[in-house]
């Protein structure tokens, strides 16, 4: 089963306007989520996380809010710049589970037009 | 001040054969994880070490894989009798110790892509 997910495989913004990335996740034990950015050809490299004792964490562009309730985050990048055209996965951790071990969704391609 | 490396970067072989994935953390870690990308997919993963000892192999998909750390620093992921649904990119990540709150970041190597003919 896919804990987590991200329904969009693709996403197209213009420069300088907002991107929304949209997470949801299955698993209640999950207590920590991160999201990485994936360039071709290298290793995904990590942007930005929140716990799930808040509901927003802001790092420069980069906003993530957590909705537990309806157990979705998303990730709000804004300004948008070309050289944010990446892949972008959501990744949850438990911290019961052994080495807080990710479970990543299937990604979802970025691209911001100039 | 060298990230995670992995090699080789592409590894070709034939269906049946046997074939080693090197990792090599970043000095000092001593969390290190082994994690496999589909295509169109996310990271899954696959074994967890803590030292040299697999704390979690939960995540290998049978007894053809199989993956040591011997001297709690370089990893090889091992793989048997290779198959053509184990074409994939298998990725190693290490962090600085494991499982702690505030979240230890893993930091990934750029992959070994496998292709199996």
């Known amino acids: 089963d896919q804990q987590v997910k991200q329904n969009s495989p693709s996403l197209s913004v213009q420069e300088g306007r907002i991107s929304i990335l949209n997470c949801d996740y299955t698993n209640s034990m999950f207590d920590y989520f991160l999201w990485y950015k994936k360039y071709p050809a290298e290793g995904p490299t990590f942007l930005i996380s929140i716990s799930s004792i808040k509901d927003k964490n802001e790092d420069g562009r980069f906003t993530v809010f957590l909705n537990k309730s309806a157990k979705h985050l998303s990730l709000h990048i804004v300004p948008s710049q070309p050289g944010d055209s990446a892949v972008y996965f959501c990744a949850a951790s438990a911290k019961e589970t052994s080495g807080s071990r990710l479970t990543f969704g299937e990604g979802t391609q970025l691209t911001v037009n100039p | 001040g060298a990230g995670v490396s992995q090699t080789p970067s592409n590894k070709v072989t034939e269906k049946g054969k046997y074939v080693e994935l090197r990792c090599d953390p970043i000095?000092?870690?001593?969390?290190l994880y082994w994690y496999r990308q589909s295509l169109g997919q996310g990271p899954e993963f696959l074994i967890y070490?803590?030292?040299?000892?697999?704390?979690?192999d939960s995540g290998l998909p049978n007894d053809r894989f199989f993956a040591v750390r011997p001297e709690g620093s370089v990893s090889t992921l091992k793989i048997q009798r290779t198959e053509r649904g184990d074409s994939a990119v298998y990725l190693c990540?290490?962090?600085?110790?494991?499982?702690?709150?505030?979240?230890?970041?893993?930091?990934f190597g750029p992959g070994t892509r496998l292709t199996v003919l």
């Open positions: 000095s000092g870690h001593t969390a």
């Open positions: 990540a290490s962090s600085l110790r494991q499982g702690a709150h505030p979240y230890n970041e893993q930091f």
């Open positions: 070490f803590q030292g040299t000892g697999a704390a979690d």
